[in-house]
């Protein structure tokens, strides 16, 4: 059974920064390439970051380039995203999910397997 746990969500001020993980089990890790969606209220899922199997590349979405770095860790399991510099806007429902794609991309239905999301808030 497949399993991504995301955790490090939080409340932070803005200017503050936070580190999301995203914990995976059941899965050849290193064969999928992994993003990171956020869900703010009343919005629409939109792309964060996609990274690929090996962690060689990163795509950003433009309004998190620059703030935000996507890293990964294959020997743990586990796919991270740093995040600086937040902004209120920033705040959502932070998911990550697994691409058979090594090298995915912004369109969420590249992603076969979804966390069940962890929340961040960012106050101004």
């Known amino acids: 059974q497949v399993q991504l746990v995301e955790s490090g969500g939080g409340l932070v001020q803005a200017g503050g920064s936070l580190r999301l993980s995203c914990a995976a089990s059941?899965?050849?890790?290193?064969?999928?390439?992994m993003g990171w969606f956020r869900q703010a209220p009343g919005q629409e899922r939109e792309f964060v970051t996609a990274?690929?199997?090996?962690?060689?590349?990163?795509y950003y979405a433009v309004s998190v380039k620059d703030r935000f770095t996507v890293s990964r860790d294959n020997a743990k399991n586990t796919v991270y995203l740093q995040m600086v510099s937040l902004k209120p806007e920033d705040t959502a429902v932070y998911y990550c999910?697994?691409?058979?794609?090594?090298?995915?991309?912004?369109?969420?239905?590249?992603?076969?397997?979804w966390g069940q999301g962890t929340q961040v808030t960012v106050s101004s």
């Open positions: 999910a697994a691409s058979l794609n090594v090298a995915p991309g912004p369109v969420a239905s590249q992603y076969k397997y």
């Open positions: 990274i690929t199997w090996n962690g060689g590349s990163a």
């Open positions: 059941g899965v050849a890790f290193s064969s999928y390439g």
